[in-house]
């Protein structure tokens, strides 16, 4: 006989490791660290799921995440806006047809992720959450505890920014 608590828990949480996951990479900047808090999360998670507010399990479980993200960066006492991202860590190519197509995709992948991972804290995670995790805008305010109107302010701005460092790359590269 299976435990009602412990199914409650893989139907909630374990099912959302995998955006955990990436949300606690794109934070904090390394594989080991993300693992380390996600595993983190996922214990916090199990003793707080009789606890369990937002608006979906998803939200509350990605609130957990970076919560533990936060208490990391607090810890190593560095400044998010400064943390790498690593494409060999982290990178996921796709198939390309010829290997120069692919040196072009894996080249514009790695400018946008290092334009990503330079953003301040506050807007690289919701470019995370919502445009590669597909969250909705209340999930995210959920997730960062702000109002809906600052997620989408936060998320313009961050759009604005990647947009005009991507600029700034291309114009670089053509001088």
């Known amino acids: 006989m299976s435990d009602p608590n412990h199914q409650h828990f893989e139907t909630a949480v374990l099912v ?21 808090a996600v595993q ?21 479980f990605m609130a957990v995440v970076r919560n533990c993200c936060t208490d990391q960066l607090r810890e190593r006492k560095t400044q998010s806006s ?28 790695r400018r946008v992720r290092e ?22 805008y209340k999930e995210i305010s959920a997730v960062v505890k702000v109002p809906i109107g600052t997620v989408m302010s936060r998320l313009s701005r961050a759009r604005e920014r990647l947009a005009e460092c991507l600029a700034d790359q291309r114009e670089r590269r053509s001088s």
């Open 16 to 36: 959302h490791l995998e955006a955990a996951y990436n949300l606690a990479r794109w934070l904090l900047g390394d594989v080991a660290s993300a693992e380390d």
């Open 40 to 60: 983190s999360a996922c214990l916090k998670a199990m003793r707080g799921l009789g606890s369990m507010t937002g608006p979906n399990p998803k939200a509350w």
């Open 115 to 136: 334009s990503i991972a330079a953003l301040p804290m506050e807007f690289r995670e919701v470019i995370v959450l919502r445009e590669l995790e597909g969250m909705s």
């Open 82 to 109: 400064q943390d790498e991202y690593d494409d060999d860590l982290h990178g996921h190519h796709g198939h390309a047809v010829s290997a120069e197509g692919n040196a072009v995709r894996a080249e514009e992948v």
